[in-house]
């Protein structure tokens, strides 16, 4: 196979004006944030998105139909590394979650009166969105086992379950929330989706999940979106509001997470090679009994680690990007689920090696790397544990082997003994020669 994953020339000085933006705009304005109320932080955003948007680098993920620049799969992952430096660049470049997913998933299945209602003002930054799949007497990770159900009632259905770490759902215009309207299908066609809008009788977003990440979110924190947990009792809801077909939430779901996983491993690249670059400078700075971190052969392994890691990243998510372009979504689910795992524990290490070098200074946050461990622990988790990722992938590699019978293939003896039975005359020729 051969893999070509090379940037397009023309397209480096989009990235060269990027990394500019993000380093010298949002990274200095993500450090003020907490102290602007919101209308004042939209207020200080809004010439950087304009600016964004003029470079013609707004909502790369869209295709131009939908407002977006259709950069394809690889330039979005080159993109995206740059993006995952700071929290907010996602959002100055029209890539925040959950609203890009959602986007995606509405362009994919809604209608064209849904597109006009919904998508059109999601891409236009006049609505916010949420996503709520997660339930909490169900593994996140197997999306089939929810029991938040929506029963037809003339023009309406009528939805009760309990949901939770609905993303964004406290503040979001609509909810997207995946339902089961067909409990005798097939595991993968039981649930559709709803969108769900804000102030609907019978909704109640009953709190934000507090998390490792945002331990105080929706508790004088403007800016943090949060986790919700959402109750539906009698939520009556027009069946104009069914995106797709009936028993179509789930592949509508899956369309929605695999482009994200690439866009996410490249932002968590970008968040690793922030931290590696904080490690390598703080080794070749601090001293430690008369010699600079960076001479300590401890120091040494975790940056050979860490450089390692780092680059098998990048190429492991490139090549799925490639790949993605190549063969199309469907054919590249192993390679995303290689991504989504590898990718968030490199994440992982590399910024726990960063706070070690640091020290007491790395655990404070007078750096940003406290802030970015809590965060990181999350991506093991979130769409779908490590775990799950690495069951399928085992699962679709050993479909290409078939059993045997008597010795393993490779089993020397046999395959020795066949040789010489091949090459018989040749032996007798090595034979007479001595």
């Not at 051969?2 to 949002?26: G, H, K, M, S, Y």
């Not at 929506?150 to 309990?162: L, N, S, T």
């Not at 430690?288 to 780092?310: H, M, N, R, W």
């Amino acid at each position: 196979m051969a893999w070509d994953f090379c940037n397009d020339p023309a397209f480096e000085p989009e990235l060269e004006w990027t990394r500019q933006i993000v380093r010298e705009e949002i990274e200095p304005l993500d450090l003020v944030k907490p102290q602007m109320s919101r209308e004042s932080y939209k207020l200080a955003a809004a010439p950087l998105k304009e600016a964004v948007k003029a470079r013609g680098l707004w909502a790369g993920h869209l295709d131009p139909e939908l407002g977006g620049q259709g950069l394809g799969q690889v330039k979005l992952a080159l993109l995206h590394e740059i993006l995952g430096r700071t929290p907010s660049a996602p959002e100055i470049f029209g890539n925040q979650a959950p609203d890009s997913g959602n986007g995606e998933l509405l362009a994919i299945g809604a209608n064209e009166e849904q597109k006009d209602r919904w998508l059109w003002p999601l891409l236009a930054g006049e609505l916010t969105s949420s996503f709520s799949l997660t339930e909490p007497h169900s593994a996140g990770s197997d999306p089939t086992q929810i029991t938040t159900s929506a029963r037809r009632d003339g023009d309406e259905y009528v939805i009760d379950g309990h949901k939770w770490f609905a993303s964004n759902a406290r503040d979001a215009d609509f909810v997207l929330a995946m339902v089961v309207t067909e409990p005798d299908g097939s595991p993968y066609e039981r649930a559709s989706m709803f969108i769900i809008e804000r102030g609907t009788p019978g909704m109640e977003v009953v709190r934000n999940v507090h998390t490792m990440d945002h331990p105080y979110a929706g508790v004088g924190d403007q800016h943090v979106r949060g986790h919700a947990e959402i109750r539906f009792t009698e939520c009556r809801v027009p069946a104009s509001n069914l995106i797709g077909r009936p028993g179509e939430g789930f592949l509508l779901a899956q369309k929605r997470l695999s482009a994200g996983r690439i866009h996410h491993g490249m932002r968590w690249i970008g968040m690793c090679q922030r931290a590696f670059d904080m490690m390598c400078e703080r080794a070749v700075s601090r001293t430690l009994q008369g010699k600079v971190l960076a001479d300590k052969q401890f120091v040494q392994d975790f940056i050979a680690e860490s450089a390692t890691e780092i680059q098998a990243a990048r190429l492991l998510t490139l090549q799925a990007a490639w790949h993605w372009e190549t063969y199309g979504s469907s054919a590249s689910r192993v390679e995303i689920a290689q991504v989504k795992y590898w990718c968030a524990g490199v994440l992982y290490r590399v910024i726990d090696r960063a706070i070690q070098v640091h020290g007491a200074l790395g655990y404070s946050s007078d750096l940003p790397l406290e802030s970015m461990y809590r965060m990181a622990r999350n991506y093991r988790i979130s769409d779908g544990a490590d775990e799950v990722h690495k069951s399928f992938i085992a699962r679709r590699v050993v479909k290409n082997y078939t059993p045997v019978e008597g010795w393993p293939s490779e089993h020397i003896p046999t395959r020795r003994a066949e040789a010489e039975v091949r090459f018989a005359g040749y032996l007798d020729l090595a034979s007479e020669n001595l």
